[in-house]
C-alpha cells in the first residue's frame, strides 16, 4: 500500500522542494521524498515526468545517499509498522529509482536492470551509486549499464551527469572502479571538449577533476592557469593552478604572469608566484612583496632575497619614515619581524594612526620588540574604544607581558556607561589578576544589565569553580564578594552557589521554613525506615536502592 502524496503546486516544483530539503534534514524528510516519487502515476504526462526526471539529474550525490539510509522507511504502511513487502509503485523512472535503493537485494537488481533500459539521464546517479553496492550481482549490473551509456556518449551528458556520483563515492569499497572510470575518460581527447565545459562547474569535485585532468594532458594552459588561480572560488583549485602556471612561466621565461598573480587575494598564490619570480631572476618584484599583508608572503620574500644581502630591517624603516597615509600594516608588521627593541621609537607614533589595521600591528609590533608594554599606554587606547579591534589587542598586550594595573581604575572601566569592549576588556584584566579577583569580578557581574556581560561573567565564574583553583579572598575582594553574594545565590544553579559559598567560607543563606527537601539527604535521612522481612535479599537488594538514590 502506497500513500497518496498530496502536491500543493506542481508536481516538478514540489519534487525540487522535497529533493532541496533532504541533504540537511531527517529521514523524515527523505521519507517524503521517497514517498512522493514512488507515487508518481505511470500515466503522468510525458513532458511532466521529463521535468521531474531533469530534476533528479542534478540532485546532488547526497540525496540518494540519504534516500539510500531512509530505505527502511519506505517500506512502513504506518508509522511502527512494517510491511513484509517493499510498496509496488509504479515503473516511471522516479519510482525506479527509489526502488533502487531498497534494503532487498532482488527489488535492487530488478530496478537496476529495468533503469539499465531506460535510456534516462536521471538513473545515472542511482546506476552509480549501485555500481558500489554490496551485492555482487546488483554490483555488476549497474556496472555493466554504466559502461554500456558511456560507451556511445558522444556529448559528455552521461559522464557529466554520473560523475558528481562517481566523485562522492570514490571512498568506499567499492566505489573505486566508478570513478576510475570518470577520471580515466576525463584525460582522454575526445572528452576535451567536455572537460573545459566543467571547469565553470557549481559542482567542486568536478571542477577539482577537470583542473587535474587538464594539467595531467598538459593541455591547461599558462593563461587558463592563471585564471583558475586568481578567479577560482576553491582554496585547492587556486594552489594547483598557481604551481601550474608558475611551472609553465619559468619554463617561456615570462614574468609578467607571475607579476599578475601577485594581485591574488590567497597567499598562498603570491607565495608561489614569488618563487617563480626569483627562478626569473625578477628581484626588484620580490621587493615589493616585502610590506605583503600576509606573513607568509613577507617571509617567503625575505627568504628569496636573503643570499642578495638586502636590509630588511632599513628598508622597513624607510618605508615607516614616508608620507603616514601611505604607510601599510605590513610595513609595520615586517619590522616587528625583523627589527629590534631599537625600532620601538619608530612604532609608537603609529599607535595614534588614523587606520585602525595600523594601530593593531602597532601594538603587535611593540609586544614582539618592545622591552616592555607601556601600561598606561594601552589602557589609554582601551579607555578611548576608538575600535573594538584594538580594545582587545591592547588588552592582550597588557595580558601577554603580566604588566599590573591598578585595580581601581580597571573597576571604574566597567561602569555601565561605558562603551561595551571597554568593559569586556577590563572583566577580563580584572579576573586575570588572580583567581580571588577573578571570582569577586564575575559575581559582581552576574546580575550587569548588558548581556553580552552577564553571560560572559557566568561562563567564567563556572569555569573557575570547576577548577578548584583559588585563594582565600581578602580586602576589596571579599567586601566585593559580599556586597553580590545574595544575587549569586539567585542566579547561579543552587549547586553552583553552595559551592561558590563553601569556597569563600560564607554561611549558607537562611532558608524558609517551607522549602523543599534538600538535594542530598543528610546522615539522618539516610536512616532506612523498618520494613517487615528486612533480612531478606529482596529487601536488601531495595536498601541498596534507595541508599543510592
Not at 306 to 327: E, S
Not at 372 to 387: F, G, K
Not at 417 to 431: K, M
Request: proline share 7%; glycine share 6%.
Amino acid at each position: 500500500m502506497i500513500h497518496e502524496t498530496n502536491i500543493p503546486g506542481p508536481l516538478p516544483v514540489e519534487a525540487h522542494r522535497a529533493i532541496q530539503r533532504v541533504p540537511s534534514g531527517t529521514k523524515c524528510d527523505a521519507d517524503s521524498a521517497g514517498r512522493l516519487l514512488m507515487s508518481i502515476p505511470a500515466n503522468t504526462a510525458e513532458a511532466v515526468l521529463l521535468e521531474v526526471e531533469t530534476v533528479l539529474m542534478t540532485a546532488d550525490p547526497r540525496f540518494w545517499i540519504a534516500l539510500e539510509g531512509a530505505r527502511d522507511w519506505l517500506c512502513w504502511d504506518t508509522p511502527g509498522a512494517k510491511l513484509h513487502h517493499p510498496p509496488a509503485g509504479s515503473d516511471t523512472v522516479p519510482a525506479l529509482c527509489v526502488k533502487a535503493l531498497f534494503a532487498d537485494g532482488r527489488t535492487r537488481e530488478q530496478a537496476v536492470r529495468l533503469l539499465a533500459e531506460s535510456r534516462s539521464l536521471a538513473a545515472l546517479p542511482v546506476l552509480g551509486l549501485r555500481a558500489a553496492d554490496w551485492v555482487p550481482q546488483v554490483r555488476e549490473a549497474a556496472r555493466a549499464a554504466i559502461l554500456d551509456r558511456l560507451s556511445d556518449d558522444f556529448d559528455g551528458a552521461d559522464l557529466t551527469t554520473i560523475a558528481p556520483m562517481a566523485l562522492h563515492l570514490a571512498r568506499r569499497s567499492h566505489g573505486r572502479w566508478l570513478a576510475e572510470q570518470i577520471t580515466d575518460r576525463l584525460v582522454g581527447p575526445s572528452y576535451e571538449r567536455v572537460v573545459n565545459r566543467l571547469l565553470t562547474s557549481s559542482n567542486l569535485g568536478l571542477r577539482r577533476a577537470s583542473y587535474q585532468a587538464l594539467s595531467t594532458t598538459g593541455t591547461l594552459g599558462l593563461e587558463r592557469a592563471v585564471h583558475g588561480a586568481l578567479h577560482d572560488r576553491d582554496i585547492v583549485i587556486r594552489s594547483r593552478c598557481a604551481e601550474t602556471a608558475a611551472r609553465l612561466a619559468v619554463d617561456a621565461g615570462s614574468a609578467p604572469p607571475m607579476r599578475h598573480l601577485l594581485a591574488s587575494t590567497t597567499p598562498l598564490v603570491r607565495a608561489v608566484a614569488l618563487g617563480a619570480l626569483n627562478r626569473l631572476g625578477e628581484q626588484k618584484a620580490i621587493e615589493a612583496t616585502l610590506a605583503d599583508r600576509s606573513a607568509l608572503v613577507r617571509g617567503t620574500a625575505r627568504f628569496y632575497l636573503k643570499p642578495h644581502g638586502v636590509d630588511f630591517a632599513g628598508i622597513y624603516r624607510q618605508l615607516l619614515a614616508g608620507d603616514a597615509d601611505a604607510v601599510t600594516p605590513g610595513a609595520v608588521a615586517g619590522l616587528a619581524e625583523v627589527g629590534s627593541a631599537s625600532d620601538t621609537d619608530v612604532i609608537l607614533p603609529f599607535l595614534g594612526h588614523p587606520r585602525v589595521k595600523i594601530r593593531v600591528e602597532a601594538i603587535r609590533a611593540l609586544q614582539a620588540i618592545g622591552p616592555a608594554v607601556d601600561t598606561d599606554d594601552m589602557l589609554a587606547l582601551i579607555e578611548a574604544n576608538q575600535s573594538p579591534a584594538v580594545t582587545r589587542q591592547a588588552t592582550s598586550a597588557i595580558l601577554a607581558r603580566g604588566a599590573g594595573v591598578d585595580a581601581g581604575r580597571l573597576l571604574a572601566l566597567l561602569g555601565p556607561e561605558r562603551p561595551l569592549p571597554v568593559r569586556l576588556a577590563a572583566r577580563h584584566l580584572l579576573a586575570s589578576r588572580d583567581s580571588a579577583w577573578r571570582l569577586a569580578v564575575n559575581v559582581m557581574l552576574l546580575s550587569d544589565p548588558e548581556d553580552a556581560v552577564a553571560r560572559r561573567a557566568m561562563s567564567n565564574l563556572e569555569v573557575a569553580l570547576q577548577q578548584q583553583i583559588y585563594t582565600k579572598p581578602s580586602g576589596t575582594t571579599a567586601e566585593l564578594l559580599a556586597a553580590h553574594l545574595p544575587d549569586a545565590d539567585m542566579l547561579l544553579p543552587p549547586a553552583t552557589a553552595r559551592l561558590l559559598r563553601f569556597i569563600l567560607g560564607a554561611p549558607r543563606p537562611m532558608e524558609p521554613a517551607a522549602c523543599t527537601e534538600p538535594d542530598h539527604p543528610t546522615v539522618a535521612d539516610l536512616e532506612v525506615p523498618s520494613r517487615p522481612h528486612s533480612t531478606s535479599v529482596k529487601d536488601a537488594g531495595w536498601v541498596r536502592r534507595w541508599r543510592r538514590r
